[in-house]
């Protein structure tokens, strides 16, 4: 690890960022442009004291690859940025068309803005990226298991527990839904991992087999969604999906559904979160 020019990149992009890009209040005079240190652990999820030794060349232990992606995130880097944070921390440059982890800054930029709404980035694969606060609250974190755990259409057909929270009617129709999605996401992917999540599905899950022995396929772009919350009870969306260039991301947002009380739910279960004000990245 190049500690020197380490300190230096992170220091001029943080410099480089104002808190609306990245969804915070600008409250206040600042003596310096950009974000504050403590700004910038906070969206990525480490303590102000360990970003600040990386910023002044004291960390005594190269930051981890899920520091670096939490850093990448929280500074908005562009994929040319991200390479050159990979290559001054000595971990592997992850590949351009493979990667799945890498959040386009507008994405993200996008997300900041949503605080009324709950709103993620997700893979093609149902993985879970980054949420908005209030996603965090309706949906939970994302899962912390290995990757084919971090799936939501695996733990779907293979964890009984991921239903718990949708209406038992409704089940038949998710199911449906993403077995349609995933064979569309495969067939365009057509990479190990995509491959590897299906062939463990059928072996684990006769539902899921059957399903995807049908050879139904649809890109999921609009749908209704209802979500049974322990705490507020029934919530109703009107979920869109919007896809970034190469359609291996997605920024899934969650409107509630006009005529339901879930706008006035929702309030109620961002005041219930101390989370809510800044987004953990």
């Known amino acids: 690890m190049d500690a020197q020019l380490l300190a230096g990149f992170l220091r001029t992009r943080r410099a480089a960022l104002s808190p609306g890009e990245v969804g915070l209040p600008a409250a206040g ?4 442009p950009g974000l504050r240190r403590e700004e910038v652990a906070a969206l990525a999820g480490v303590s102000t004291d360990y970003y600040t030794r990386l910023e002044q060349q004291r960390a005594t232990a190269v930051p981890s690859e899920v520091v670096v992606r939490s850093l990448t995130r929280a ?4 994929q040319d940025e991200r390479d050159h944070l990979y290559r001054l921390t000595g971990h592997p440059v992850p590949g351009r068309h493979k990667d799945d982890r890498h959040v386009a800054p507008a994405l993200l930029s996008v997300l900041d803005a949503l605080t009324d709404i709950p709103a993620q980035v997700m893979t093609d694969l149902g993985e879970t990226l980054v949420q908005n606060s209030l996603a965090r609250a309706v949906f939970g974190s994302p899962s912390a298991g290995n990757k084919l755990k971090a799936s939501v259409i695996y733990r779907w057909f293979c964890e009984p527990a991921a239903r718990d929270g949708y209406p038992v009617e409704d089940h038949g129709a998710e199911s449906r839904a ?3 999605d995933l064979r569309a ?7 190990a991992p ?3 999540l299906v062939s463990h599905l059928l072996a684990d899950s006769p539902e899921f087999t059957a399903l995807w022995n049908l050879h139904d396929v649809a890109v999921l772009r609009r749908r209704r969604k209802r979500i049974r919350h322990p705490q507020v009870g029934l919530l109703e969306f ?3 999906f919007l896809v970034d260039e190469d359609r291996s991301q997605i920024l899934a947002l969650f409107s509630p559904l006009p005529g339901t009380p879930t706008t006035e739910r929702l309030t109620l279960l961002a005041l219930a979160h101390d989370s809510f004000a800044v987004p953990t990245r």
């Open 185 to 191: 996401a495969v067939t365009r992917r057509d990479d």
């Open 75 to 78: 500074l908005r880097l562009s």
């Open 178 to 180: 993403l077995v349609a």
């Open 238 to 240: 009107d979920c869109q």
């Open 194 to 196: 995509a491959r590897s």
């Open 29 to 32: 005079r600042r003596r310096t």
